[in-house]
């Protein structure tokens, strides 16, 4: 008898899974191969809040806006088929803008994948061009390590979306899981990366060399943490900074400091004026540049070398 109570349901052990990896909400939309896992929801609903929206699409992007909000992976989940398709768009999306989302989609049955069954559609090769990685989980007991190593590499290096097929059968068999930390398999994934002295040292050359340097900001920033690297690096080179619209807010300059000072207004009266002084201004300042700008120096004032 004590055996038999130590035995779950796939979906119970992946809900156990989100729990165990910090999950506390969970934008759910039902069907027929995902019921078992909303089933499961109910089961640890003192410790998942699950929210219902009203179309798939609508809890994928939901799920990413709590992950662009709390830094954290961004859950969502939808049945097979259309239920699926519809959050292709919020993968899309979560892949261009380096979020951490994790989309959990039910399946049909693993005796009848690709054979056209209802509501079958291979939602992983769908989304194989536009995830960070993708699974399609055919053992019940391989779903705490594809969870472990889904959450890890969705939340490292470049964040992205990761999604998780997870047929109906498996969700149903039942089996005693000995070990909720199983070891990853990710031979050569290693989000880890630094540049060599020598790649800093040629991107270094190429902008001291370059007429009209520009550093153009996008969310990596963000994601990074590395606003104050940025700064840093503009006001040691004396290269003007762009940046997208969502990075802007993380650009932390003083609104007196050179690096923002903004361009003057063009004058009504004398365009032709203006357009020259500011062409010029933005000549002295490149000449300045070039002249002043030292790999070695740069390297080792700021904290860039890290990277």
Request: glycine letters at 8%; a positive charge.
């Amino acid at each position: 008898m004590a055996e038999q109570r130590s035995l779950q349901s796939g979906a119970d052990i992946l809900v156990q899974c989100l729990v165990n990896h910090g999950v506390d909400i969970v934008f759910a939309y039902p069907g027929g191969a995902s019921m078992p896992l909303h089933q499961a929801l109910t089961r640890f609903e003192h410790k998942i809040r699950t929210i219902l929206p009203r179309h798939e699409q609508g809890g994928g992007f939901a799920a990413a806006g709590y992950a662009r909000s709390t830094g954290r992976v961004g859950v969502c989940m939808a049945t097979s088929g259309p239920g699926a398709t519809n959050l292709v768009t919020c993968l899309a999306d979560a892949k261009m803008d380096s979020v951490p989302l994790l989309a959990i989609t039910g399946q049909v049955g693993t005796h009848v994948i690709g054979s056209d069954a209802f509501q079958e559609t291979p939602i992983v090769e769908v989304c194989r061009a536009i995830t960070k990685h993708h699974y399609l989980v055919t053992r019940t007991e391989d779903i705490p390590r594809v969870l472990k190593e889904a959450f890890y590499i969705a939340s490292t290096g470049r964040p992205g979306p990761v999604i998780v097929d997870i047929p109906k059968d498996v969700q149903n068999n039942k089996l005693t899981v000995t070990d909720y930390d199983p070891p990853m398999k990710l031979p050569g994934y290693k989000p880890e990366r630094f540049a060599t002295r020598a790649q800093l040292e040629a991107i270094l050359d190429a902008v001291a060399a370059s007429r009209k340097p520009i550093i153009y900001a996008g969310g990596g920033i963000i994601a990074a943490n590395a606003g104050a690297y940025l700064r840093a690096f503009a006001e040691k080179t004396g290269v003007p900074v762009a940046t997208t619209p969502l990075t802007r807010p993380t650009c932390c300059w003083p609104s007196a400091s050179a690096s923002t000072t903004a361009l003057p207004a063009r004058s009504a009266s004398s365009p032709s004026t203006a357009r020259s002084s500011t062409s010029t201004s933005t000549r002295r300042r490149s000449t300045r540049s070039r002249r002043h700008i030292s790999p070695l120096s740069v390297i080792s004032a700021t904290p860039c070398a890290n990277w």
